[in-house]
Nanobody, 123 residues
Framework: QVQLVESGGGLVQAGGSLRLSCAAS????????MGWFRQAPGKEREFVAA????????YYVDSVKGRFTISRDNAKNTVSLQMNSLKPEDTAVYYC????????????????WGQGTQVTVSS
């Protein structure tokens, strides 16, 4: 069992930066792949970024490549998402999630979810 709590969301102007953090409980955190997803009003939840249990592999949706960076610290049970050059279309609720599966870009692969944090990018 893993419990996840996100933080770091807020309101930022286009071109600005935010850093999202996700704190995980449980001694088995280091064995889970971790992902960030987002959901805008009226849209389905979509994959943003993911990182393997070791941190050796990272994955990004094309729309955030070169702007977002996912990282994890297994000693501190945290995963972060650094978001730079933010755009209005990045506005959404961002969710942290954990999976013991291998398809890290699929929503259905994730069993554990945080409550979400709002990111709003103004133009």
């Amino acid at each position: 069992q893993v419990q996840l709590v996100e933080s770091g969301g807020g309101l930022v102007q286009a071109g600005g930066s935010l850093r999202l953090s996700c704190a995980a409980s449980g001694r088995t955190f280091r064995w889970y792949g971790m992902g960030w997803f987002r959901q805008a009003p009226g849209k389905e939840r979509e994959f943003v970024a993911a990182i393997s249990w070791s941190g050796g592999r990272t994955y990004y949706v094309d729309s955030v490549k070169g702007r977002f960076t996912i990282s994890r610290d297994n000693a501190k049970n945290t995963v972060s998402l650094q978001m730079n050059s933010l755009k209005p279309e990045d506005t959404a609720v961002y969710y942290c999630a954990a999976t013991s599966g291998t398809a890290l870009d699929l929503v259905r692969e994730y069993a554990f979810w945080g409550q979400g944090t709002q990111v709003t990018v103004s133009s």
